[in-house]
C-alpha cells in the first residue's frame, strides 16, 4: 500500500507538478508544462475557475518517492449547465502499477462523491475547456500545444480499475505538400456563395481585442452548447484564457465569419509552440528557458486549429469548411509544413466531415472514461 496525501502547501503544490517530468525523463516524445502556468491554474485566486468550482490534488508516495498524483475535481458550473451530479479527476500520472493506480483513483472518487457525485469522469483537467482525455492511439510523435500525454499504459491501469469509454476525441493531420489544391479550388465557391448571401470573412482586430473576445465568447458559449459535457466559460475565464493566447496568437489564424454585422462564427489556430517546449527543462523559463522560447518561435514549422465553432443558424452551409481552407492556405503562404486540428468528438459528424473534405487524417485518438460511484 502506498501513502496518499492530500496537497496542502507551495512546496507540496511544486512536486505535483513536477512528478511527470520523472515519470517520463527518458521518453522523447514528453513535452513538460510550464511551470508557472500550472502553478496559476492550480492555485486559488490565480485561476477564474477556483471563483465557481474547486479541486484537491493528491500525491501517491512509496515511503518518501513520488509514485503517482490526481486531481479530484468538483465543476459546480458543469453539473448545474448539465443539470448532472458529475465528479472529474484530472492530472493523473502513474508509475505502471495497479494498485497505485486504484489507490489514487479511489482516493479522487471518494473527495467528489462526498460532493454529491453520483459518478466520476476524467481524465478533464478542469472541464472540456481545459485539456482532456487519454491518449489511446497515436504515441509515435510528442503531443502539440495544450493537448495531452500519456504513456500507454495508462489505458489498462483505467480499465482494469472499471472505467468505460465515455466518448472519443479525435485529432487530425495535415501535411501541407500532400494539400489536395481541387478541393481547396471548390471552397472557394463555397466562400463566393457565403459572400453573395452576406456573410464574410475577416482575420481579428486586434487594436479591439477586448470587443473581439466578448463577441467571440458569445459565439463559443453559443457554438459548443449542444456538445457532450460543454460547459459555458464565464467571462473571467475567457478573459484569462484570451490574455495568455494573444501572447502568440497570429491574426491571420484566428478568422471570425460575420453576417449583416453580428458575428456567427470564428475559427482560431495557434503556432505548435510544443516544439519549444519540449527543450525547456521541467518547464522552468528562468534562467534560460525564456529565451529558448522567445527566440525559437520562428523555428515553429506546425500549428494546432485549436477551436472553431459556428452558431446555429448558419451550420451545414459551409462556414466550417471555410475556415479549416483558409487556415491551411495561411500555412501554405507562411511556410508551416503541417497543422493538426484537434480535438474533435468522434459524434460530431459535421466538424468531422468538414476536416475530411479538405484531406484531414485522423492520426491521434484520445477517450474520456466514466464510472458510477
Known sequence: MKKIESVGSAKALAAFIDYPHDLY??????VPELFIAQRDLLTPGKHPFHEHSSIQCFLAYDGTTIVGRIAAIWNTNHNEFNNTKDGF??????INNQETANQLLD??????KEKGAERIIGPVNFSTNETCGLLIEGFDSPPVAMMTYNAPYYRDLLEKYGFGKKTDLIAYHFN???RDESRLGKVDLIKQRLEN?????RPINLKKFKEEVDQIRTVYNSAWDKNLGFVPMTENEFKYLAKDL??????????????NGRMVGFSLAIPDVNQIQIKIKKGRLLPTGIFKLLFGKGSIKKIRIITLG??????????????????IKQVVRKGISTAEASWVLEENYLMNKAIQD??????????IFEKPI
Open 197 to 201: 448571401r452576406g456573410i464574410q470573412f
Open 89 to 94: 479527476f484530472g492530472f493523473f500520472d502513474c
Open 310 to 327: 459556428v452558431i446555429e443558424g448558419y451550420r451545414k452551409m459551409g462556414i466550417e469548411t471555410v475556415f479549416y481552407a483558409d487556415i
Open 107 to 112: 482516493t479522487a472518487a471518494r473527495w467528489v
Open 246 to 259: 494573444k501572447l502568440i496568437l497570429d491574426k491571420d489564424f484566428c478568422v471570425v465569419a460575420e453576417h
Open 358 to 367: 479538405i484531406n484531414g487524417q485522423p492520426y491521434k485518438k484520445y477517450r
Open 25 to 30: 525523463k527518458n521518453d522523447r516524445n514528453y
Open 176 to 178: 501541407v505538400s500532400e
